[in-house]
C-alpha cells in the first residue's frame, strides 16, 4: 500500500514543529552585563497545529461520443500552525546571588511584598534611630538650661 497525500503532508508539518522546538525557545541565552551580570529569559511557549484533507470521489463524464468515462480527482488538504512565545520572567545570577524576576509583577505580589519588606524595616528602624538622636538632644539642652 503506498503512502497516503496527508502523510506527507503530516510530515512536513511535524519536521517544521520540531525545528522552531529548542530548549533556546523557553530558556534563552545568557547575557552578560558589563559588571558581571548574567540575565536569563524565560518564555512560555505554545504551539498548536492542525491539518486535514480529503478526497472526492470519480466522477462519471460523458465526452462528445456519449460515452462514459470516469475522472479521478486530486487529493485536497491543508495545515496550519501558530506559535506564542511570552516571556515570563528573568533570572539574574551575580554578586554571589540568584534572583527569578518576574514580568507580570501583579501574579507575584507575594514575592515583591517579602523583597520590600527588609527595606521597610530599615526605614523604620532609621525613623527610631532619628527620633531617639532628636529625643536625646532635646534633653541635652534641657539638662544645660536647668544647669543655669
Known sequence: MGS??????MKTTMESLKDMVDVNTIVGDPVETPEGTVIIPISRVSFGFASGGGEYTDRMTKDVNDTETSEKLPFAGGTGAGVSVQP?????????EMKLLPVDQNANMLDSLLNFMPKFVEKIQGMGNKKNQKKGKKTEENNENTEE
Open 4 to 9: 497516503h497525500p496527508i502523510e506527507a503532508l
Open 88 to 96: 515570563v520572567a528573568f533570572m539574574v545570577v551575580g554578586n554571589g
